[in-house]
């Protein structure tokens, strides 16, 4: 099993490779990847925890997401 310090420079090294990935990207797809982001953090937000889970409902209120209502949470 790794040891904290281990698993600490993983994190680093995935963390790096991400940045290098993404700052290669196309605007195009740049952006893609971004609203794939917010998606996640904004489902996980919703479903975990409960002040945000009421101010994103109408984010999600159709079961997927409202770009047009994401733009209106303060």
């Known amino acids: 099993m790794a040891d904290i310090a281990e698993l600490d420079i993983q994190k ?6 991400e940045l290098i990935r993404t700052e290669a ?9 971004t609203r794939t982001q917010l998606l996640r953090v904004g489902q996980f937000a919703w479903r975990n925890v409960p002040y945000w889970r009421k101010r994103l ?6 079961g997927h997401f409202d770009a047009a209502a994401w733009s209106r949470v303060p």
Do not use: G, H, N, T
């Not at 990207?25 to 990847?33: E, F, I, K, R, V």
């Open 12 to 17: 680093k090294r995935q963390y790096r490779a």
């Open 25 to 33: 990207m196309s605007p195009a797809a740049l952006a893609d990847y």
């Open 57 to 62: 409902a109408p984010v999600f209120a159709s």
